[in-house]
């Protein structure tokens, strides 16, 4: 079982940042992908982006620019950076991982964009 802890979400204003952060309860590098997700009121979960355990990253294109996926083996964590921040970014936004096609989600963290 894999427990991720996400944190990092809030209420910013429109242009602003935020950083999202997600602790995995184990070695991030045993775990075949990390990511993120987000789902917003009326729709249905969308990628956001995810990194494999060999440090491949894939990006729902629209958000390529603006959103930055990391991660820091030392602290088994993965990183969301969103920059430019508008308004139809606002959603919960969850960690998600990948073992042994058995998939993991954390419990969200919501991310409000609004002046």
């Known amino acids: 079982q894999v427990q991720l802890v996400e944190s990092g979400g809030g209420l910013v204003q429109p242009g602003g940042s935020l950083r999202l952060s997600c602790a995995a309860s184990e070695s991030i590098f045993r775990l075949n992908a990390m990511g993120w997700y987000r789902q917003s009121p009326g729709k249905e979960r969308e990628l956001v982006a995810t990194?494999?355990?060999?440090?491949?990253?894939n990006y729902t294109d629209y958000l390529k620019g603006r959103f930055t996926i990391s991660r820091d083996g030392d602290k088994n964590t993965v990183y969301l950076q969103m920059n430019s921040l508008k308004p139809e970014d606002t959603a919960v936004y969850y960690c998600y991982a990948r073992l042994n096609y058995v998939s993991y989600w954390g419990q969200g963290t919501q991310v409000t964009v609004s002046s």
């Open positions: 990194v494999t355990s060999d440090g491949l990253i």
